[in-house]
């Protein structure tokens, strides 16, 4: 595992995968299908991997952070970074950044939460992780009320955020005055796409960011590194194919939900058997298996024409 993010280049010179975490039929962490997936993500170029919304980081034990953390330092490769979460709940985040500061991470990401929280001390709960940890944080911008441009700013200026994973959902992405007034404030090296292939050309285009991550990557990471490729040669027309291959999935993440359907996702798609999902998620409705299975192996059968971007 490497161990430092040194600047920009580095966070952006690959796609930032954000996996599902497979789990047993007793919700414990399953090493084998986990370093399965991690192999197919490397093979396809992927060399970030963020362990967030997807993996259900909201929801794992304190008890079990440290083995989690363990599998993840001896299994990804030795030129992959990976980045854990902490959070949301400010006593989880203090003992997870208590176990973090005692390993070798480059960051930590803090989970967005909408519970018992404001924006101040949301805040203070940043900065005292951040002084914990001594280094800069993954900012998640998911909502406009979560923390404002002005906090963003400040916590850049005292070295609190490594860069912010923006992913506030606009109908139209190029449309944006919040990321507009974000990027006037820290500049775009401090700002990834954080929703995916969708939105990840116009943030490219109009925005001018330079990162993105991605979820359905987990079953097609070949095709979402060379969507990245495409994006910095703006080459948008080949972008634009590219991306086009990931609306099938991502359309339905969208209306059935995001980190639930992309597990499945990717045990239908043979990539590895994810198995149940932790609560507080729920399974996908058995109904609904067929399409993703159908969408899944679709964009994973891609991957076989994809050129080397």
């Known amino acids: 595992m490497r161990t430092t993010l040194n600047g920009p280049a580095e966070w952006q010179s690959s796609v930032i995968a954000v996996p599902p975490m497979a789990r047993t039929k007793e919700l414990d962490f399953a090493a084998d299908p986990n370093k399965r997936l991690i192999r197919h993500l490397e093979a396809g170029g992927i060399s970030i991997i963020m362990c967030g919304g997807n993996a259900n980081f909201y929801n794992i034990a304190i008890s079990e952070y440290e083995e989690v953390l363990d599998f993840l330092e001896e299994t990804v ?14 006593g989880a985040m203090r003992d997870q950044a208590t176990i973090l500061a ?20 949301l805040e203070r709960a940043i900065r005292y992780a951040a002084d914990k940890l001594n280094q800069p944080l993954v900012i998640y911008a998911k909502t406009e009320g979560y923390l404002s441009v002005d906090q963003i700013a400040a916590l850049d200026r005292d070295g609190c955020v490594l860069f912010v994973k923006y992913a506030i959902v606009r109908e139209k992405p190029e449309i944006d005055d919040y990321l507009t007034r974000l990027v006037d404030a820290i500049g775009t090296d401090r700002i990834v796409s954080g929703i995916g292939e969708r939105p990840a050309l116009a943030h490219f285009r109009t925005f001018g960011l330079k990162g993105f991550t991605t979820g359905s ?4 990471p070949a095709s979402s590194t060379s969507l990245l490729g495409a994006l910095k040669a703006k080459d948008y027309a080949r972008a634009e194919q590219i991306r086009q291959r990931f ?4 359309n339905l993440r969208d209306t059935y939900g995001p980190a639930e359907i992309l597990h499945a996702a990717v045990t239908l798609a043979d990539v590895a058997d994810m198995g149940p999902v932790l609560p507080l998620m729920s399974e996908v409705s058995d109904d609904l298996l067929p399409d993703i299975a159908a969408a899944a192996k679709r964009l994973k059968a891609g991957e076989k024409a994809v050129e080397p971007a």
């Open 102 to 121: 005692r390993r070798k991470f480059p960051a930590a990401m803090v989970l967005p939460t909408t519970a018992n929280f404001s924006p101040v001390g």
């Open 247 to 250: 609306l099938e999935l991502e």
């Open 77 to 90: 490769g030795p030129d992959t970074w990976v980045i854990p979460s902490i959070g949301p709940a400010f």
């Open 217 to 220: 990557g987990s079953v097609a």
